[in-house]
């Protein structure tokens, strides 16, 4: 197999005591399927730096380059044991040298470039596993504290400059839940695995394809947002280039003097990592089972054979281990219909013989006591009408082998029809990420919503557990034939006549002959 050509790159200005533990490890990194050459802008004002890089250019491919800007324009960023000062001139200086090591690549016909800063350590395998990704802008991540006695924070964010809060355009969302919504994507990227983000920086590789398709850090004069970086992922985004980081191989920082102290730590903890990974590659070899968590339906239905049932189980099939039904006071031969669709997977079907949906939390409770004592893994609690898009099957165990997750929230949209979502000021359902799947804990003490109607699915602590949003849909079906919608209506007419546990405005809307609907589009598949 032909090895894949890499050419890494770093603009330096970087003080000699650490630049040398930077080309350190650069000497260590893994070639076995990649040529790597080097680049760098010699942009340094310590004699004893620029004298390193001569020295590893010596016997290594490397093309250094000095910049002229040092000689015209002396003037250079400060860091100290604090953090680092950049003035905005600087940034930019930094920007047109990491756009000339991008023509570089595109003229050098490499497959990949590796933009690197030079405080950074990798693990030896940092790049032949990005490789492997298949992504086409992809950083490894690295955590830093960027003031002394702050939390450490990543190389990556969401949205704008730095916004690490999961939100839907225009959400108000308070300060508690600011705070919840970020302690979690932190808490998603420090398990091993492969994130879509909204910006990224400072350890990157980039295909050849996106070099191609014209990405630049080069400044866009009517952003305001400070840093080459962000320009270049807004730049990335505009392209239709989606981002990603990988947690696997965290570099290590030394982002001021005293992180030096830390760099015979991280080399321990690589070498042990290669061993770790040794034993890995030995038992693949054996074909070694590896431990898949248990995926278990909960559902409560009623006189839904003749709806959606058959179409939403089937699809269930897919990616279920088990089932546990609630069939609460059916008329109809729901419960036949399961057991057919069901066959070969293991189920309970619990029947009620007169229903408890007047008084939606007892049954809500028995849904949850009934499933728990199944000793279930994971729980996917979706109703009879609900389903999930397509790409759900493709996606579930990456989600369920997340050790750092133990709650997903989703988006569930009503369907109007058969094509159609409804989106007006009284149905905006998926506008809002709500639980559907859960890791049960046997310690874990469920409290309820005690109120007879909207109660919720699960108990109304489940927040207390770790949590992640993501981006999967739901369709809710159950609004999308006209009989169905009059049946609902009267029936909330019944049970809440006052309004007290709905909207008076949403039950009247819901024979809205004239609904705000949008054409639904699936998820593409991989």
Same mark, same amino acid.
């Given at each position: 197999?032909?090895?894949?050509?890499?050419?890494?790159?770093?603009?330096?200005?970087?003080? $000699?005591?650490?630049?040398?533990?930077?080309?350190? /490890?650069?000497?260590?990194?893994?070639? #076995?399927?990649?040529?790597?050459?080097?680049?760098?802008?010699? +942009?340094?004002?310590?004699?004893?730096?620029?004298?390193?890089?001569?020295?590893? &250019?010596?016997?290594?491919?490397?093309?250094?380059?000095?910049?002229?800007?040092?000689?015209?324009?002396?003037?250079?960023?400060?860091?100290?044991? !604090?953090?680092?000062?950049?003035?905005?001139?600087?940034?930019?200086?930094?920007?047109?040298?990491?756009?000339?090591?991008?023509?570089?690549?595109?003229?050098? $016909?490499?497959?990949?470039?590796?933009?690197?800063?030079?405080?950074? =350590?990798?693990?030896?395998?940092?790049?032949?596993?990005?490789?492997?990704?298949?992504?086409?802008?992809?950083?490894? *991540?690295?955590?830093?504290?960027?003031?002394?006695?702050?939390?450490?924070?990543?190389?990556?964010?969401?949205?704008?400059?730095?916004?690490?809060?999961?939100?839907?355009?225009?959400?108000?969302? &308070?300060? %508690?839940?600011?705070?919840?919504?970020?302690?979690?994507?932190?808490?998603?990227?420090?398990?091993?695995?492969?994130?879509?983000?909204?910006? =990224?920086?400072?350890?990157?590789?980039?295909?050849?394809?996106?070099?191609?398709?014209? *990405? /630049?850090?080069?400044?866009?004069?009517?952003?305001?947002?400070?840093?080459?970086?962000?320009?270049?992922? *807004?730049?990335?985004?505009?392209?239709?280039?989606?981002?990603?980081?990988?947690?696997?191989?965290?570099?290590?920082? *030394?982002?001021?003097?005293? &992180? =030096?102290?830390?760099?015979? +730590?991280?080399?321990?903890?690589?070498?042990?990592?290669?061993?770790?990974?040794?034993? @890995?590659?030995?038992?693949?070899?054996?074909?070694? $089972?590896?431990?898949?968590?248990?995926?278990?339906?909960?559902?409560?239905?009623?006189?839904?054979?003749?709806?959606?049932?058959?179409?939403?189980?089937? %699809?269930?099939?897919?990616?279920? +281990?088990?089932?546990?039904?609630?069939?609460?006071?059916?008329?109809?031969?729901?419960?036949?219909?399961?057991? @057919?669709?069901?066959?070969?997977?293991?189920?309970?079907?619990?029947?009620?013989?007169?229903?408890?949906?007047?008084?939606?939390?007892?049954?809500?409770?028995?849904?949850?006591?009934?499933?728990?004592?199944?000793?279930?893994?994971?729980?996917?609690?979706?109703?009879?009408?609900?389903?999930?898009?397509?790409?759900?099957?493709? @996606?579930?165990?990456?989600?369920?082998?997340?050790?750092?997750?133990?709650?997903?929230?989703?988006?569930?949209?009503?369907?109007?029809?058969?094509?159609?979502?409804?989106?007006?000021?009284?149905?905006? !359902?998926?506008?809002?990420?709500?639980?559907?799947?859960?890791?049960?804990?046997?310690?874990?003490?469920?409290?309820?919503?005690?109120?007879?109607?909207?109660?919720?699915?699960?108990? @109304?602590?489940?927040?207390?557990? $770790?949590?992640?949003?993501?981006?999967?849909?739901?369709?809710?079906?159950?609004? &999308?034939?006209?009989?169905?919608?009059?049946?609902?209506?009267?029936?909330?007419?019944?049970?809440?006549?006052?309004?007290?546990?709905?909207?008076?405005?949403?039950?009247? /809307?819901?024979?809205?002959?004239?609904?705000?609907?949008?054409?639904?589009? #699936? /998820?593409?598949?991989?």
């Amino acid at each position: 197999m032909e090895k894949k050509k890499v050419l890494l790159g770093s603009p330096v200005c970087q003080k $000699s005591n650490i630049l040398r533990e930077f080309l350190d /490890s650069l000497t260590g990194l893994e070639q #076995e399927n990649v040529r790597i050459e080097y680049i760098f802008v010699d +942009d340094n004002h310590e004699e004893e730096s620029s004298r390193q890089l001569l020295l590893f &250019a010596q016997n290594k491919p490397v093309r250094l380059y000095q910049s002229v800007d040092k000689e015209k324009n002396p003037e250079t960023y400060v860091c100290d044991d !604090a953090t680092h000062y950049w003035k905005d001139h600087l940034i930019w200086k930094v920007a047109k040298f990491k756009d000339f090591m991008i023509q570089k690549a595109i003229e050098g $016909s490499y497959d990949y470039l590796f933009l690197i800063d030079s405080d950074l =350590l990798l693990y030896p395998r940092t790049i032949t596993h990005l490789i492997g990704t298949g992504k086409d802008v992809i950083s490894e *991540i690295f955590w830093t504290m960027w003031y002394p006695e702050t939390p450490e924070l990543p190389n990556v964010w969401l949205y704008d400059s730095y916004d690490m809060v999961r939100r839907l355009r225009g959400e108000s969302l &308070a300060p %508690e839940e600011q705070i919840k919504r970020q302690q979690a994507f932190l808490n998603q990227l420090k398990v091993p695995g492969v994130y879509e983000v909204g910006g =990224l920086g400072a350890c990157t590789l980039i295909s050849r394809k996106a070099l191609l398709q014209g *990405i /630049s850090f080069r400044e866009i004069e009517n952003l305001t947002f400070w840093g080459e970086d962000r320009h270049f992922c *807004i730049r990335a985004k505009a392209l239709g280039l989606n981002l990603f980081v990988d947690t696997h191989y965290p570099a290590y920082h *030394i982002y001021r003097e005293s &992180a =030096l102290e830390g760099v015979i +730590d991280f080399k321990k903890k690589y070498d042990a990592d290669k061993g770790r990974l040794e034993v @890995k590659e030995r038992t693949d070899e054996k074909h070694l $089972s590896v431990h898949r968590p248990k995926l278990t339906l909960s559902m409560i239905m009623k006189n839904e054979a003749n709806r959606y049932l058959e179409k939403v189980l089937e %699809e269930h099939r897919h990616y279920i +281990d088990e089932a546990v039904i609630i069939d609460d006071g059916s008329t109809d031969n729901s419960v036949d219909l399961c057991r @057919k669709i069901l066959r070969g997977i293991p189920y309970q079907i619990i029947q009620n013989p007169v229903s408890k949906f007047q008084n939606e939390v007892e049954l809500r409770k028995q849904q949850w006591e009934e499933t728990v004592q199944t000793n279930p893994e994971w729980i996917l609690n979706l109703d009879a009408d609900e389903m999930f898009e397509r790409k759900f099957k493709e @996606k579930v165990q990456d989600l369920i082998c997340n050790p750092g997750v133990d709650l997903y929230f989703f988006r569930l949209y009503d369907f109007w029809d058969d094509n159609h979502y409804r989106e007006d000021k009284y149905w905006q !359902a998926h506008s809002i990420y709500r639980p559907f799947l859960i890791r049960y804990r046997p310690d874990f003490q469920a409290e309820w919503n005690e109120t007879p109607l909207h109660c919720g699915r699960f108990p @109304k602590n489940i927040t207390m557990l $770790s949590y992640a949003l993501d981006d999967l849909r739901i369709k809710h079906l159950g609004w &999308a034939e006209p009989k169905d919608r009059l049946a609902k209506y009267l029936r909330y007419l019944q049970l809440d006549p006052e309004s007290r546990y709905g909207w008076k405005e949403q039950y009247e /809307s819901i024979l809205d002959p004239n609904p705000g609907l949008v054409e639904w589009e #699936e /998820s593409p598949l991989r």
